[in-house]
């Protein structure tokens, strides 16, 4: 029987964990599949950017180089972009006016950065001026870190977790960096105000000067960028300005090809769109009416998908995400789970501030139950929270004990480590059990810590305090 062509548009997180997936179904029986990516090279783990910024190498954040491709029979065109999908003749036309035929095809287009209207931003070709960046790939990364001397000021326009970790990598650089946050507290979809300002104080700690409730109006750039213009009327002068002013999802090719569209692709539940045999899944893709900017809910649609597309599981399908984020900023521990603030008048609040430990804990509860949590500086209680939020169990009488981890996780096995991935203290040991012998090995087995890395400490406790495997007896000759 001939095999389907399969395409697949965008190499990002997304494809590369789907590619997993699909590998372990054994869809290279079903599909020849073809991977259409624009930036160059195999996959990379988007999440570590910050590394190349810092200085690393591009190939030392790739989780997919060119021969795994080549191994897997998946054939990898880099440095293609599509532009439209022929979906009456299922055809997919490349920027370089190429044509290529598909049976099924898949958009995994991620997003792309908000780049707001700042006045004198632009050239003549519409392109940003000389000295301004946006912080989404790692050809942005190596043009910033090109760019960025010891000495020199920055302006990080945006106080989310982007702006926030750009403004500290360029900060170690030796760069004069402030952060401009048009909001008035830092990183405002995971903390609430007190939070934020906790985060402010270890932000200034680190050298890095914030302003929050500001923004920039425009830009003071002759070929190269000079400064930038506040809303309060000051000036400021900038040899860099980095926009870290949020994502949207990148639906240029689904609109061109006439695909329902809203914030992102419309997809089912089957992360089928409209259109017969065409998929979409990431941040590119808006399931329920929602769109994603993490990981984690990426890659669940991803396993999802690769079910729909082998009929792996008859029954599989994506429901949506409950969101908990787990982060490290600027050294400081994050966690943010569900609601941060109460949402309904019943709803109970719960906060421990510890200015000096720089420890920020709330609880926001429902009807006995947790719909939301913050914990900043002291994260040890997030994994037994998010199995708390995520079935949805009666919280003890004093949920204060949950905070103080005087009430452990009613069962710690399934207590969540790795948020990315999905994997619990259980399946850790287990792995232990089998062998895994170090943080590595660990996530070669489980994939846990193989996301945004903030749970890999943690691997290492666990590994440390498990029971190893029994190694086999020698016989003494
Ligand atoms: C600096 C940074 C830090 C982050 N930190 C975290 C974190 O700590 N935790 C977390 O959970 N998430 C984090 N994220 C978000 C995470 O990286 C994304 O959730 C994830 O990459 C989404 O995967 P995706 O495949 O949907 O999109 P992407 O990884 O963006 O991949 C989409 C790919 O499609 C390509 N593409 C788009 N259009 C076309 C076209 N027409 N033709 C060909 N190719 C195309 C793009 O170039 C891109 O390579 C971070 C992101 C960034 C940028």
Known sequence: MSKKKLAIIGNGMGTCRLLDELAARGAAFQYEITVFGEEQGGAYNRI???KVLAGAAPDEIVTKPPEWYDRHNVRLNDRTRVVKLDTLRKLIETEDGQTRAYDVVVLATGSQPVVPALGGMNDENGELKQGIFVYRTVGDCLRMRERARAGDSAIVVGGGLLGLEAAKVLADRGLHVTVVQVKKTLMNAQLDEIGGEMLAREIERAGIFVRTGRTVEAV???????GVFMDDGSTRPADLVVLACGV???IDVAKASGLPVNRGIIVNDLLATEVPSVYAFGECAEHAGKTYGIVAPVWEQAAVLAD???????????????????????????????AIEPERENDEVLQLVEDRRNSYRKLVMRDGRLVGAILAGNTSAAGTLVQYFDRGDPLPDDPLELLCQAAPAADPATRMVCNCNKVTEGQICEAVAQGADSVEAIGDATKAGTGCGSCRAEL???????PKRALPMVAAS
Request: charged content about 25%; overall charge positive; hydrophobic content about 35%.
């Open 248 to 250: 949207r999802p990148r």
């Open 308 to 338: 729909v597309l082998t009929g792996g599981s008859a029954s599989a399908r994506y429901r949506g995400s409950k969101l908990y984020t787990r982060l490290k900023v600027a050294g400081i521990e994050v966690s943010s789970i569900g």
């Open 48 to 50: 570590m950017l910050g």
């Open 460 to 466: 290492g406790q666990i590994l440390s305090r498990s």
């Open 220 to 226: 003071y750039a002759e070929e190269r960028v000079k």
